[in-house]
Each structure stands twice: as C-alpha cells, then as structure tokens.
C-alpha cells in the first residue's frame, strides 16, 4: 500500500517552460514572438491563482481484487485550440492510432512513463494505484508551454517561431508526470531547495523515460530536456541540459541558458519560486554524474537510488540538496551494500558541491 497525500493537498502547477524564459522572449521587439509568449504568460499566471485557490481531492480509485492493472489507462482529448479542459475525447486505450501526430505522440509518451514506473520500479502509475492518464491536446492558439494540473497532463502546439508542438518531446511528458508522482509520495513543496530537488526529479525520471524508450545506457543519453522543441531559427538544442547545465541554448531572444551547474553558482532569488527552475541544474548534474559513472542503464542502479529516496518515505517535503544528498548515500549502502555505488554517489554530490557526510 503506498502512502497516500493528505486529504486535500494542493497539486504543483508546473509548466515545463518556466517565466523566466517565456519573460524574455516576452520582451522581444517583435510581435509575432512577443504576442504568444505574453499571451502564455497571462493564461499560466491566471491558472496558477485557481490552482492555489482550489484544493484538489486526491483519487481515490480503487482497484477491483484481481484486476491489479499491469496496463496503462489512457485518455486522449483535443481542446480544438480552445481552452476548456479537457476538451473533445479523440483516444481510448487500446484504440487505433488517430491521423493526428500530437494525439499519438502524446498517447505514446503517457505509456512509456507507465512502462518504466512498472517495469524498472514495480509501480502501478504515478499514485501507484493504477491512476488513469489523461492528456489534452492543441490547448489555445499558439500556447507555448505543457503542464500537468495535478488531474490530467495538457499541451500547446507551441508558436512555430521559438516553440514547436509541446507533445514532440517524450521527457516533458515524462518530466510533468513525475511531478504526480512526487505529488502522491514526497510531496516536496515546491519553493527554494526542496522545490529545486522536486524540479530536478522531474527532469532524472523525464530523461529516464526517453533513455529507456530508446534502450540509450547513460553513456549514449543526450542528457537534455526538450531536446526537438525548440524551432530551427533558435540557438539551442533544448531547455535545459542535465549534463552541462547552462549551456542548452544562447540566443538573441531568448538569452542565454542561466542553469547553475554546481553550488558555488547557486542562485538566489525570489523569481520562479526561489529559483526552482534554476538550481535544479546542481541536482541534475549530480545524477548525470553518478549514472555515468556507474555505466549501463541509468534507469537501473542510479535511478533506482533517487526512485527509492523519492518514495522510500524518509524523504522531508522540506528537504534541502544535502539532506536528500545524504538519503541517496543511505539509500545505496542499503541497497548495494558498501560497495562503489555508495563511494559513486559520495562522488557526484561532492563534484557539484553539495555535502552528502
Ligand atoms: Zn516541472
């Protein structure tokens, strides 16, 4: 039986691209960039109000004895450019392939997340109760932005200037999925460090997802989140890098990628929530590190680690990056033993500077 959310908790709006970056481009002297990225920012700010004045039940679905469900339960919907959520259903499970590529994308990105919690970690969905997934397609005219609303997983088509389709990307489905699954067990809340670690978890089990829909061992992962999303005309290859972060793109509109890649350029800020979006690059290297150093399918030892500390229910939703640091050490000398998957985590929270002792 997994632990369960208190009744009541208020679910993270987490869009996959955070203000800063849709701020700045925002500001850009032309219209057709300026006009959507202010327009999303507008519609995010305004839903980001009802989320906090609206307390979601949590799902309370209960299985049938017998009917514990090795299968994904998946509902797609096309919001037809509007945005009444969540729009006109277009895909049931196990329904044939419809002629939209978005429907299909996004459908595919929903299983692969449930394949990997089931088959790497034994989980039934991200409440680990079989929860179904649902997402919403073609939200808005040029929304340039994906999230999850702690209910069901939506996306915009982007503005096919800096932005493309949202659903092109199987780590954003992946990255706003795992912030369910963080919802149902450490709930981390969602400002300074602790919010950080809850971005970052986002983006390891994001990157997972695609590592291990592609069959990519850690050496062979590009590393990136959002890798496709961004239009040609941009200089960059993706959102955010796990590997280098701060160096994902550097362009005249949107600017330069400000992910900090290890606590001596930890940022400290009011913006995006204490800098949720930003500092998760110190957590993310770490990871990266670790898995890389330990060779093979990240999703194996290293993710299995992050995945035991993230549900193991030690794990405070105040955590800061030393306390989980410490847990993830705990969590590989209780799994492995005192072998080199302790003194491999030990090494990466050491190389990015965050105290694991
Ligand atoms: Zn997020």
């Not at 999850?148 to 092109?168: K, N, P, R, S, W």
């Not at 983006?203 to 496709?228: E, H, P, R």
């Amino acid at each position: 039986m997994q632990p369960r959310p208190q009744h009541g908790f208020r679910p993270v709006f987490c869009t996959i691209v955070p203000p800063h970056v849709l701020d700045k481009l925002a500001q850009s002297d032309d219209p057709d960039l300026a006009g959507p990225a202010r327009r999303t920012l507008e519609g995010d700010a305004a839903r980001r109000t009802r989320r906090q004045m609206t307390t979601l039940v949590p799902s309370v679905r209960t299985v049938p004895v017998g009917a514990e469900s090795d299968k994904p339960e998946r509902t797609l919907y096309d919001c037809r450019h509007g945005t009444q959520l969540p729009g006109f259903k277009v895909r049931s499970e196990g329904e044939q392939p419809t002629q939209d590529a978005s429907v299909n994308r996004a459908y595919a990105g929903l299983g692969a997340t449930f394949e990997l919690l089931l088959k790497a970690y034994d989980r039934r969905s991200i409440d680990g109760n079989g929860l179904p997934l649902i997402g919403s397609v073609h939200y808005d005219e040029k929304y340039n932005n994906a999230f999850f609303d702690g209910q069901q997983m939506v996306f915009g088509d982007g503005d096919g200037e800096i932005f493309l389709d949202f659903t092109v990307a199987i780590d954003v489905i992946a990255h706003e999925l795992t912030h369910g699954l963080t919802q149902y067990t450490a709930n981390l809340s969602y400002f300074g460090q602790s919010g950080a670690l809850n971005e970052s978890m986002s983006d390891v089990f994001g990157s997972l997802v695609k590592q291990y829909s592609l069959g990519q061992t850690a050496d062979q992962a590009d590393w990136l989140i959002g890798a496709g999303l961004l239009a040609p005309r941009v200089q960059g290859e993706a959102l955010r890098s796990m590997r280098a972060p701060g160096t994902a793109y550097d362009d005249d509109v949107l600017g330069k990628d400000p992910q900090p890649a290890s606590m001596e350029d930890y940022i400290h800020t009011t913006e995006d929530n204490g800098g949720v979006h930003l500092n998760s690059g110190i957590p993310n290297r770490a990871f990266c590190l670790l898995a890389t150093a330990l060779g093979g399918n990240a999703w194996e030892r290293a993710g299995q680690l992050w995945f035991d500390v993230l549900t193991g229910g030690r794990l405070a939703a105040d955590a800061d990056f030393s306390d989980f640091a410490r847990l993830t050490v705990e969590a590989a000398r209780d799994r492995y033993g005192e072998g080199d998957e302790r003194e491999a985590v030990r090494k990466a929270w050491s190389e990015v500077g965050v105290p694991s002792a």
